[in-house]
Every structure is written in structure tokens, then in C-alpha cells.
């Protein structure tokens, strides 16, 4: 960054410049945000600037208590891309938001915790575990289910009651109509483990 390498080509325009980065954000943030799987970052060292907007568009966030959050982006001059400031917004708040994008301070993982930017903190030793852990959790969990839970979920961020509700019961008719619904219901009943097999 300090040497200028990384600038854009100097025969792009303004407007091919922005529409280049829109689509990246889009393929990428957007992305995370709205694939009806779940999706975990694994926060192994800094979160910091374009990286902290791609960790937050993750559904959960497990990082070892090492590491460090920071947006960065106005220490170097910079306003915030890859959504890092709707996330932010819809995680700690308006006022917090722009502390946190202003100052550009950095935060420890018990901070992080603290402010709901991260879902779990631990040791070095138990890092790689417990990512991995959740990640199996998730992947042979009823993923059907897990899709209409995160259209549930991101309907509310900005979306309306009455509206939220009728989509929701919605997605729990459509879930109860699935292999995985027969499957979990037959686990509970026989007191096992659910087989889910995303059908």
C-alpha cells in the first residue's frame, strides 16, 4: 500500500474502478452473507480493514484469543469497503460503529467478544479444534433448516414484523416438509443423533 502498487491501472476510469470493486464486494461480503449455508470464519491472526469486513460478513466467527480487530481504514485515509460499516452498524450499533470506524482502535478477542463481533475466543491450542469442530457441527447439521434460519434472521436486519412473520412460517412449513424434519423428529423420539442428509 505505502508504495503504490496495489493502485488501480491508471487507464481505468473512476466509474471502472468502482464498478470493478462493487462486484468484488458483491462476490465476496455479499456473498458470505446471503448463501443459504452457513458460513464460520476462522480469525487465526489480525482481523483487520477489508479482512474484519469479510470475517463479520460470516454468519459466526470463532478466532483465537491472540489475535487482534481493527477497521483500519482511516488511519490510512480510507472509508471502509467489503461491508465493513453496515455490519459493523447491525453488530454494536450506530454510536459504536463509528467509534470503532473513526478511532481505528485496535481490540483484543475479549473486547471483541464483549461487543458481539466475534461468537468465541481461545487458546492457540484449542484453536484449529474448535474451528474445525463447529465447521463439522454445521456441515452435518440440518442444513435445510439452516438456510431458512438465515433468511429468517437477514429478513430481520431491516425488514418489517408483519412481513418477517408471514416469511417465517413460511420457511417452517417448507422445513417441515423435508427429509431432515422426518429424520429429526424420529432421532428426538428414539433419544439418538439426527442423520441429516440435506433433503
Known amino acids: 500500500m505505502a508504495d503504490g502498487s496495489n493502485a488501480p491501472p491508471p487507464e481505468l476510469s473512476f466509474?471502472?474502478?468502482?464498478?470493478?470493486?462493487?462486484?468484488?464486494?458483491?462476490?465476496?461480503?455479499?456473498?458470505?452473507?446471503?448463501?443459504?449455508?452457513?458460513?464460520?470464519?476462522?480469525?487465526?491472526?489480525p482481523?483487520?480493514?477489508?479482512?474484519l469486513g469479510l470475517a463479520l460478513s460470516c454468519d459466526l466467527r470463532v478466532a483465537v484469543d491472540t489475535a487482534i480487530m481493527t477497521t483500519a481504514f482511516t488511519k490510512?485515509?480510507?472509508?471502509?469497503?467489503?461491508?465493513?460499516?453496515?455490519?459493523?452498524?447491525?453488530?454494536?450499533?450506530?454510536?459504536?460503529?463509528k467509534e470503532l470506524m473513526f478511532l481505528s482502535d485496535k481490540l483484543d478477542m475479549a473486547r471483541a467478544l464483549e461487543l458481539g463481533l466475534i461468537n468465541q475466543s481461545v487458546s492457540p491450542?484449542?484453536?484449529?479444534?474448535?474451528?474445525?469442530?463447529?465447521?463439522?457441527?454445521?456441515?452435518?447439521?440440518?442444513?435445510?433448516?439452516?438456510?431458512?434460519?438465515?433468511?429468517?434472521?437477514?429478513?430481520?436486519?431491516?425488514?418489517?414484523?408483519?412481513?418477517c412473520l408471514h416469511?417465517?412460517?413460511?420457511?417452517?412449513?417448507?422445513?417441515?416438509?423435508t427429509e431432515d424434519h422426518v429424520e429429526g423428529r424420529t432421532a428426538f423420539a428414539e433419544r439418538r443423533t439426527p442423520q441429516f442428509v440435506g433433503r
Open 125 to 163: 491450542d484449542d484453536y484449529e479444534s474448535t474451528w474445525r469442530s463447529l465447521a463439522h457441527r454445521l456441515a452435518t447439521g440440518p442444513t435445510l433448516a439452516y438456510a431458512a434460519v438465515k433468511d429468517n434472521i437477514n429478513r430481520s436486519i431491516d425488514g418489517e414484523l408483519v412481513d
Open 15 to 45: 466509474e471502472e474502478i468502482v464498478v470493478g470493486q462493487q462486484r468484488n464486494t458483491l462476490a465476496t461480503s455479499a456473498a458470505l452473507h446471503t448463501m443459504t449455508k452457513p458460513t464460520l470464519a476462522a480469525i487465526g491472526g
Open 167 to 177: 416469511a417465517e412460517v413460511v420457511n417452517l412449513r417448507r422445513s417441515a416438509t
Open 76 to 97: 490510512v485515509g480510507l472509508s471502509g469497503d467489503y461491508g465493513v460499516n453496515w455490519f459493523l452498524t447491525r453488530l454494536v450499533g450506530p454510536a459504536k460503529a
Open 47 to 51: 482481523a483487520a480493514g477489508a479482512g
